[in-house]
């Protein structure tokens, strides 16, 4: 078995007729970010959940998730023979500047997927005591005031095409942080209700309540992010080994984490970072 075969996780598939509905339940409910899209069982492309964000928050046509196929958001899966080493297929991430990676044999066509979990993980048992996170880490985050309001925040998120922001309070200490996930949740939990709806015709908006975020006239003019961010705020010391922010990452199933300097948050680290800093260390032989 080769090691990239070894990493790969079984497909996770939904048919591409399958609409954003389902297919945002199907996230949540297994806890993951993205989906292949098949059609009779055949993989034809791939969808994360910033793909159905900032399609979401983009789109004006006011159709809910019901009406929208995954198909037409869906992204051309890249895939690369179950032969190439780790760290090529890392350099082919990076490069294409994607999440996840296909891995096919000759005989089985498309047979996993590698992500940039799996790349933590790998690091975790390859690479210990070769770098700190301080060495690794991203020194440019973008954060806004927790008591914004929740428009504010979606349409940085939006503006900078990035699914999370960090929150923090009034003292510029960390408070939490807002994903598309999380907009995911109060989409459904706040579109069942009239009250909150931003116009008259349910059925628009009864499913994803897109206007709601955006508008002046929408609950995302009144609700402050802090009232549906994550609350929970992972961080590592700069210090520390990388080992200790891809665990961090891996068990509690983020894509990044804060870095903290002299006790205050001075960056964050990514899984896009872990794969640069194995990178650096494949160039360095």
Known sequence: MSDLISIAKKLITIEKNASLSNVISELIKNNISKLIVTDENSPVGIVTEKDIGLFLLNDDSEKNLDEILVSSIMNKIISVDDSMTVEKSIEVMLEKNIGSLGVSTNDDGLVGIITKTD????????????????????????????????????????????????????????????????????????????????????????????????????????????????????????????????????????NGVGVRINGKLGGVISKTDVLKAIYIENESK
């Not at 690091?123 to 060495?135: L, N, R, S």
């Not at 992010?225 to 983020?254: G, H, P, W, Y």
Request: aromatic letters at 8%.
């Open 119 to 254: 790349i933590a993980e790998y690091y975790i048992k390859k690479f210990p005591g070769k770098h700190t996170v301080g060495k690794i880490m991203t020194i440019s985050y973008i954060s806004m005031n927790s008591d914004d309001s929740l428009r504010n925040v979606v349409s940085k998120m939006i503006e900078n095409k990035i699914s999370r922001v960090f929150l923090k309070n009034k003292n510029n200490e960390p408070e939490g942080i807002l994903t598309f996930r999380d907009l995911f949740h109060v989409a459904l939990e706040q579109g069942n209700s009239d009250a909150v709806l931003d116009n008259s015709d349910e059925t628009v908006s009864i499913v994803f309540t897109r206007k709601g975020f955006l508008s002046e006239s929408g609950f995302g003019n009144t609700i402050q992010a802090k009232d549906v961010m994550t609350k929970t705020f992972e961080s590592v010391d700069f210090e520390e080994d990388l080992i200790v922010a891809c665990e961090a990452m891996v068990q509690n199933r983020i």
